[in-house]
């Protein structure tokens, strides 16, 4: 198992370091590939994912939309508590990384349970709203939307966890400064990881001139790239 193991490590030193060299030789092409990301990013990612990330960390600290929707959800999703509900609807807003940042965060918090929280990471991913809307025609948006939903409706219930106990959650009043500071102190990181994400996917992307696998190495340029054939 351990020989397997460093076989592999082997195949993928010697992969980076083909792709190294093959950029290094073809320096024109790197640039390019990285000057595109990098417009890509600021024109299609930077607006909708700062705004969404803004309405999801006041959303999570003050659940007013969670309060009068839970009712209806709880039994249509089965969450676990009201917690769980609002954390599903700002994946609605937001999409991944950063719900997927506020279930560990919740579960760290012991605000969800462990189970309720793998739960969310199956069928709360969502593509961000903000973000489809921005780049999308209205219809279109609205039949995405809704196909997630559906799937989400149908996961949810298929991944139902048994014997399931509410997790009482103890509300603590939130304090709008520290969560001004908390925006301030995080959203530059996640805006950058997303950027160096897209830049070394892109990256490998440029290897291959077909644009349908070009789309499965990053969902922007894939959007942007469909959009304009």
Do not use: H
């Not at 990285?34 to 994912?49: A, D, E, R, S």
């Not at 799937?151 to 139902?160: C, E, G, Q, W």
């Not at 509300?171 to 830049?199: H, R």
């Amino acid at each position: 198992m351990k020989f397997i193991q460093k076989i592999f490590y082997i195949l993928i030193r010697l992969f980076f370091i083909l792709i190294l060299l093959y950029f290094l030789i073809n320096k024109q092409s790197f640039y390019s590939s990285f000057k595109n990301t990098v417009i890509l990013w600021f024109n299609y990612c930077l607006p909708p994912i700062s705004i969404s990330y803004v309405i999801s960390i006041f959303l999570f600290d003050f659940p007013l939309i969670s309060k009068i929707l839970y009712p209806l959800l709880k039994t249509i999703f089965n969450f676990e508590n009201e917690k769980s509900c609002s954390i599903f609807l700002i994946s609605i807003i937001v999409g991944n990384p950063t719900s997927s940042k506020l279930i560990i965060l919740a579960v760290n918090n012991n605000q969800i349970s462990i189970e309720e929280g793998n739960r969310l990471l199956c069928f709360g991913s969502f593509i961000s709203s903000i973000f489809l809307y921005s780049i999308l025609e209205f219809e279109l948006f609205i039949l995405i939307l809704i196909i997630e939903l559906f799937n989400s409706f149908i996961i949810a219930n298929i991944k139902t966890i048994k014997n399931k106990q509410s997790k009482t959650v103890t509300n603590k009043v939130n304090n709008i400064l520290d969560t001004y500071f908390n925006i301030i102190n995080t959203l530059p990181t996640l805006l950058l990881s997303i950027l160096c994400s897209m830049i070394i996917t892109n990256l490998f992307s440029s290897l291959t001139t077909n644009i349908y696998f070009k789309s499965l190495f990053e969902l922007t340029a894939g959007i942007k790239i469909l959009l304009n054939t």
